[in-house]
């Protein structure tokens, strides 16, 4: 297919009737297909009765506009995936009741990891790679430049299924991928499901976040190197072992593998957050809570780490250890449970610190959150009991004080009543 079409081209050229030839994949919706390929390059609105479907790599090149109406889905064809490019902006605004989902291309009961190649933003914000600048995993352009503030528009109520695969070692396709993305870019309401290799990864930049999900992720849920220096609130992690190794850290977090003292340094601000493991024995999977590791900086309050295979949380190089001695890594309200099959000490970083001779007094409990069904797989319910510790005021760390955190006097991402993830975000498993 020729993929130098303008925006204006291809509707024009690829609005065909579906008919489910074997070249075609089975929508769901059939009816008029609008086939998206190449370059966009004029600004483009996706509408919700209409069936759009991504083909090959589609770069929203810079000045152009991607604007997706509330309730509109995107079929991500096999090795697809969709790039905002330096310059671009999407404004994806969904609503609790009619979210924006990406998804697999695949009929619904066969959709697998992987199915095709996610989301990717390439921004102009600061990364510690020498230069400046670097390309994206999978060809997926250049990113990263000198405006920590630059603005790629809205991502809320989006929902992004089955997107990212490995194409060889360090070299993958995530399901969501921040690249030098700037703290302008809204990022609010998103969730990423079964995701083929991490969930959400950050590569340096400065973009924030609020009230994200990720479900089933392949390896990662959460990921960062390259100085990412964003703030996020409000964030869950379901680990899914439902095959080999799948699930491997709630958090995997680095400043940068080649030269761990590269500045900006990464050293994000999470506050508000729930990570659930799957103890399952049955698979390998679902392997440890949080790695800190390469230099990482940052700051983290209020967490609840259950269920995970082993650590519940690891400092690891003393590139590390030195943040934390310089309080550049703050660990502050934590609540660890039946991680490790209850032996929370064994390998996490309460035993790291004290055999560093570095105090641990800021990592506070291993106790039972009393979440409501944390285990469950079709409908989770992470709101802790009335009587959880979650909800008492001395297990509960400051709020942080920039502007962007609102009060939250709970330790985790939820209280007792307000389920935020009801209604926009999908539970459901992959196919085997």
């Known amino acids: 297919m020729n993929r130098i079409f303008s925006a ?4 024009a050229a690829f609005a065909v009737p579906f008919v489910g030839t074997s070249t075609e ?103 510690n790679i020498p230069g400046g600048v670097a390309q994206g995993e999978g060809g997926t352009g250049e990113y990263g430049g000198t405006n920590p503030e630059d603005n790629q528009g809205t991502l809320r109520y989006v929902r992004v299924e089955y997107g990212g695969f490995p194409i060889s070692p360090d070299n993958e396709l995530n399901c969501i991928a921040f690249q030098g993305t700037g703290s302008g870019t809204t990022v609010e309401f998103v969730e990423a499901l079964n995701g083929g290799d991490d969930g959400f990864e950050w590569f340096g930049g400065t973009v924030n976040a ?55 340094r990464s050293a994000p601000m999470f506050q508000n957050v729930t990570f659930i493991g799957d103890p399952d024995p049955t698979f390998s999977g679902s392997t440890q809570g949080i790695e800190l590791r390469r230099g990482t900086a940052g700051q983290f309050r209020n967490f609840i780490v259950q269920g995970f295979k082993n650590n519940g949380l690891r400092i690891t190089d003393q590139a590390t250890y030195d943040q934390y001695t310089s309080n ?40 039972d959150p009393q979440l409501a069904n944390p285990f469950s797989k079709t409908a989770p319910d992470l709101r802790p009991a009335a009587a959880s510790p979650a909800l008492n005021a001395a297990n509960v760390a400051p709020k942080f004080s920039d502007s962007f955190f609102v009060t939250a006097n709970y330790v985790g991402a939820f209280d007792s009543t307000n389920d935020w993830m009801a209604g926009w975000t999908s539970f459901a498993s992959p196919a085997q």
């Open 8 to 11: 204006l081209v291809l509707m």
């Open 25 to 127: 994949p089975a929508l769901a919706q059939g009816g008029e297909v609008v086939v998206l390929s190449g370059d966009i390059t004029q600004n483009l609105t996706l509408k919700r009765k209409k069936t759009y479907l991504l083909q090959g790599g589609v770069f929203v090149r810079s000045g152009a506009k991607l604007t997706i109406n509330k309730g509109t889905t995107i079929f991500g064809d096999t090795g697809s995936f969709l790039v905002i490019d330096k310059g671009a902006r999407l404004i994806a605004k969904g609503t609790a009741t009619k979210p924006i989902v990406f998804t697999s291309a695949q009929p619904a009961n066969q959709r697998r990891r992987g199915d095709w190649g996610g989301l990717i933003y390439n921004g102009n914000a600061p990364l």
């Open 210 to 264: 609020r009230n994200i999900v990720s479900v089933g992720a392949q390896d990662d849920s959460l990921d960062w190197t390259f100085g990412w220096t964003g703030m996020v609130q409000f964030a869950v992690v379901q680990q899914r072992a439902d095959g080999s190794g799948v699930g491997d850290r709630a958090i995997e977090a680095d400043n940068n593998e080649t030269d761990f003292s590269l500045t900006p």
């Open 328 to 367: 550049a890594l703050d660990l502050q309200g934590f609540i660890f449970f039946n991680n490790k099959n209850g032996d929370n000490l064994a390998g996490t970083t309460l035993t790291a610190l004290e055999s560093e001779g570095l105090a641990a007094q800021k990592i506070l409990n291993q106790v």
